[in-house]
Antibody, heavy 118, light 113 residues
Framework: QVHLVQSGAEVKNPGASVKVSCKASGYIFTDSYIHWVRQAPGQGLEWMGWINPNSGGTNYKQKFQGRVTMTTDTSISAAYMELNRLRSDDTAVYYC???????????WGQGSLVTVSS | DIVMTQSPDSLAVSLGERATINCKSSQSVLYNSDNKNYFAWYQQKPGQPPKLLIS???TRESGVPDRFSGSGSGTDFSLTITSLQAEDVAVYYC?????????FGQGTKVEIK
């Protein structure tokens, strides 16, 4: 069955960078996009963008353009989301999820808590 | 961006009673060439990732109880839980995947009265 296993919690200072990983198994990694969605404490869901592991193509929400980089390593079926110049309002649980480009998200990672605090 | 607006923000329903959540999109998410609504419903319980309940506005995911149903088209959608169970206490989100950025509603918290 499909599994997406994410890296653990991180605490970062404002201005630093964080890189969250998402290790996929149970399906052909290049057959499905990886989406990243975040959720601030007590808040709703915010889509950040997707990456196509087959081509490396990305689509980022404009809000994150210039601050986010999504990559994959197809040799180990892993996806990564790096967010730079962290601010306190980037404190959130970051989820990876898989799905075709134009489809709902049926499989999600367990989430990675990123706390930005001095 | 397509704005998704859910109503109500929260609702309390007695066990066994019906719960209905509405979601309105700021523009149509019906793709004319395939006549499909690019719209989904998710359930999220505390400390868990969202769980996909319904895709294409009305297609229930495998394993989702049939007390959950989705309806609507274009810009107006509903999620109905016909007989609320204790395990249905959660926050429910709608989402459009018609265009990028993908957008979610603000969430509706369902509790037991």
């Amino acid at each position: 069955q499909v599994h997406l296993v994410q890296s653990g919690a991180e605490v970062k200072n404002p201005g630093a960078s964080v890189k969250v990983s998402c290790k996929a198994s149970g399906y052909i990694f290049t057959d499905s996009y990886i989406h990243w969605v975040r959720q601030a404490p007590g808040q709703g869901l915010e889509w950040m963008g997707w990456i196509n592991p087959n081509s490396g193509g990305t689509n980022y929400k404009q809000k994150f353009q210039g601050r986010v980089t999504m990559t994959t390593d197809t040799s180990i079926s892993a996806a990564y989301m790096e967010l730079n110049r962290l601010r306190s309002d980037d404190t959130a649980v970051y989820y990876c999820a898989k799905g075709p480009e134009y489809s709902s998200l049926a499989y999600w990672g367990q989430g990675s808590l990123v706390t930005v605090s001095s | 961006d397509i704005v998704m607006t859910q109503s109500p923000d929260s609702l309390a329903v007695s066990l066994g009673e019906r719960a209905t959540i509405n979601c309105k999109s700021s523009q149509s998410v019906l793709y004319n060439s395939d006549n499909k609504n690019y719209f989904a419903w998710y359930q999220q319980k505390p400390g868990q990732p969202p769980k996909l309940l319904i895709s294409w506005a009305s297609t229930r995911e495998s394993g989702v109880p049939d007390r959950f149903s989705g309806s609507g088209s274009g810009t107006d959608f509903s999620l109905t839980i016909t007989s609320l169970q204790a395990e249905d206490v959660a926050v429910y989100y709608c989402q459009q995947y018609f265009s990028t950025p993908r957008t979610f509603g603000q969430g509706t918290k369902v509790e037991i009265k």
